[in-house]
Nanobody, 121 residues
């Protein structure tokens, strides 16, 4: 079982930026699709971004509300998946999680603890 550790969250003002990182305890080089999800209080967990293909060029998907603001990347050698968050909005406040993905949205591994992102002035 691969364990996931997310980091990089924090409190940021609207318009600010954060870079989230996810470290996997095992290799992700054979995992076609990795992604980031988020869960806001009282809401269901939703897929924010995914990155597919084990080699470049990678194919990416973004939730409409984050397109142009978030960028997902992966480093198969380091077994990490990052999410750059720019121009943050209060509605981006949530706990962010990463995972391997089966199909389009189904998480494959046990969830990590996540990292809290709070956008507030």
């Amino acid at each position: 079982q691969v364990h996931l550790v997310e980091s990089g969250g924090g409190l940021v003002q609207p318009g600010g930026s954060l870079r989230l990182s996810c470290a996997a305890s095992g290799s992700i080089s054979s995992i076609n699709t990795m992604g980031w999800y988020r869960q806001a209080p009282g809401k269901k967990r939703e897929l924010v971004a995914r990155i597919s293909s084990v080699v470049s060029p990678y194919y990416t998907y973004y939730l409409d509300s984050v397109k142009g603001r978030f960028t997902i990347s992966r480093d198969n050698a380091e077994n990490t998946v990052d999410l750059q968050l720019n121009n943050l909005k209060p509605e981006d406040t949530a706990v962010y999680y990463c995972n391997a993905i089966r199909g389009l949205t189904t998480a494959l591994w046990q969830w990590g603890q996540g990292t809290q992102v709070t956008v507030s002035s």
